[in-house]
């Protein structure tokens, strides 16, 4: 069975830290993605990634990095957490060469900035 | 360009009532289509996706979607819904070619006992 996992639910930061969301998908897929997810705004992209060591900024790449190392795992740094980066942080992993692009989603983490 | 269109944001339905929510998208290239739903607290899963064929698309809970290529749109209806349907659901597109996936706002459906 497919599986996306996200390192917490949950998280709470202040102000200026260093954040680390991680995302771990076991189905061997070529690309991974992190998205935030807040009211009325939907779901927008901040990276993506085709390959290791590989990514391409979303449409709101700012204020964020990322890293592949492993194929497996996708990790998305908040280098200076402020609190407008209040929000639901959701990963997805999908095959390269399928025509249709469907994705699988992890089941998400709030992080709540102080 | 392409972008994905959910005009309503939020969908109030008595239980076993019928509902529809609507998905508009403007592409010039062929696309596929999907639905998502997002039930409390978790992440998205897929519901029902379109990608060829039949225009008319199921899934395993009795939702469907129609594909209209005239007036590009990819409406979800339920004929009967049940409390457990109350779920955020997202529209989303991507194009031949392509490695994205496009999303709407998303559509809130409460469903009232």
């Known amino acids: 069975d497919v599986k996306v996992t996200q390192s917490s639910r949950y998280l709470v930061k202040r102000t200026g830290e260093k954040v680390f969301l991680e995302c771990v998908q076991d189905?061997?897929?070529?690309?991974m993605f992190w998205y935030r997810q807040d009211p009325g705004l939907g779901l927008r992209l901040i990276y993506f990634s085709y390959d290791v060591k590989m990514k391409e900024k979303g449409d709101i790449p700012e204020g964020y990095s990322v890293s592949r190392e492993k194929k497996e795992r996708f990790s998305l740094i908040l280098e200076s957490a402020s609190t407008n980066q209040t929000s639901m942080y959701l990963c997805?992993?999908?095959?390269?060469?399928?025509?249709?692009?469907?994705?699988?989603f992890g089941p998400g983490t709030r992080l709540t900035v102080l | 360009a392409q972008s994905v269109t959910q005009l309503d944001s939020q969908v109030p339905v008595f239980e076993e009532a019928p509902v529809e929510l609507r998905c508009n998208y403007s592409s010039s290239v062929s696309v596929y289509l999907f639905w998502y739903v997002q039930y409390p607290n978790q992440g998205l899963q897929l519901l029902l996706k379109?990608?060829?064929?039949?225009?008319l698309v199921e899934s395993i809970n009795g939702f469907e979607a129609e594909f209209n290529k005239s007036q590009t749109s990819f409406h979800l209806r339920k004929p009967s819904v049940h409390i457990s349907d109350t779920a955020e659901y997202f529209c989303a597109v991507s194009r031949t070619g392509a490695n994205n996936l496009f999303f709407g706002t998303g559509t809130r459906l409460t469903v009232i006992p």
């Open positions: 997805a992993s999908s095959p390269s060469g399928r025509v249709d692009n469907e994705q699988f």
């Open positions: 189905m061997d897929h070529e690309n």
């Open positions: 379109y990608l060829s064929g039949s225009t």
